[in-house]
DNA sequence: GCCCCCTTGTGAACGGTGTTCACGCAGTCT
DNA sequence: AGACTGCGTGAACACCGTTCACAAGGGGGC
């Protein structure tokens, strides 16, 4: 017999796996009750899926992808200045991230621990796409001269060293210091907005949102060179 | 019949939990097998403890305690100067940080849905005492006129109001301002070393020491007016 | 001394879980 | 027609959290 909905494809799978996540966190995503809700028995979604951690691998790859993808609708809707862009899809992640604080913690909070990701999986395909829509957008910048950057001198040798294997390995045409802009972009949004999704702030303040929307406005100004005076603005 | 290392104390309960723990992550904490552990069968446990949450509480309150205890040890060791003693703290904690990672997750990553925190419990009161002991030290420099602030009028009403509220709730003599810069401080060390300890930078950087260190001295900077010519320093 | 009670342990049990296995049923290809 | 394959089932195993009735032991009152 066939589920109420029709065959048992990939999508009602984690679809229905994200339903039990948003309802009662990672632990309520149960292979029993997933088979259940589509009206099938346990053993029948093993033929589809390898077990449990492989089900919250096909969760994390969907939530990841859902994710890049909302900041990706973002730019296109941008305008084509890059700091309006990078603005664009900084608050494109944190509102994902707001509207959907279970799988943000999926995502970029405590790792799973028992449940291990296999490596060279999908589970890091997605963040290495992630990291470089985010990447590309700070090549932009650069492009613009809109880049701060510290001196190579300032970061150290060994970090500098670090840095100019990062930009080889995701294949950013950036230097050592700009990289470092960049990776300090990336830390500090996601710090902020993990903090913030978290709730672990909420014994200081009432409302999130005014305090949030300052901490990553200041984070843009750090990371950005003023609009040069010779090249009109917006 | 009593365990090969004598009764059952919550010291022992609490320690062979966190061993588990550390060696498995939170699922791995299983009532069971505390109790095989401590040489005696699960219902002998739930004289002791009221479940597997009351559990989680205990551990969660022990390792926050301990975060606390490391904190309050290096001001102990710290010199009289406020900037020394906030730099000391932090890197304490971030120290505390990177040696229990398992245990630092489950204080301050993703809350463990399912898990409900009680109320009123001591899951808040040591978060509260270790947010007090930071606290203590954003009064100190700012009596020592060390904490940058900025201006009521530059936070808007509303943070303004919700940030005067904190002081109050939270008894610290401080303005909105003084009270946004704690905040500040409090929020982004907390997501510089969750990021960290989370490994969720390790697609960038091969080894974060470097990096962490110089975001942390950043934002001492952020926080921190230098120190008066007219007070000679150290 | 005796009895009672309270603390703390035990084994058995219930309902839940992830996972495997032998089986069966429907199609599809030869 | 027959065989093979895809996909579902029920039964089973081991484990989990939790509860229950029961027993062994020590301490206080008569």
Known sequence: MVGPQGPLTPQRIVATSRALLVEGGPPAVVVREVARRLGVT???LYRHVAGRDD????????CHDELTEACEAALQAAPPDPELRL?????????????????????????IVGYSAPAQGPTLRSGR??????????????????????GGA??????????????????????????????????????????EVSGHLSWALADSEP????????????????????????
Chains 1, 2 share one sequence.
């Open 87 to 111: 603005r664009a899809a900084t608050w494109a992640f944190r509102s994902w991230a707001l509207a959907h604080r279970t799988e943000f913690g999926l995502l970029y909070g405590t790792p």
């Open 55 to 62: 089900l919250l691998t096909l969760l994390i790859t969907a």
């Open 129 to 150: 796409r992630f990291g470089q829509l985010f990447g590309g957008l700070f090549v932009d910048l650069q492009r613009a001269g809109r880049l701060r950057s510290p």
């Open 211 to 234: 305090f949030v929307r300052g901490q990553l406005e200041e984070l843009l100004d750090d990371l950005l060179l003023p609009r040069p005076a010779s090249a009109p603005g917006v």
């Open 154 to 195: 300032a970061l150290g040798a060994a970090l500098s060293a670090d840095l100019r294997a990062a930009a080889e390995r995701l294949g950013l045409p950036l230097r050592p210091g700009e990289v470092h802009t960049f990776v300090v972009g990336y830390h500090r949004m996601l710090g902020i907005v993990s903090v």
């Open 42 to 44: 346990a053993p029948a």
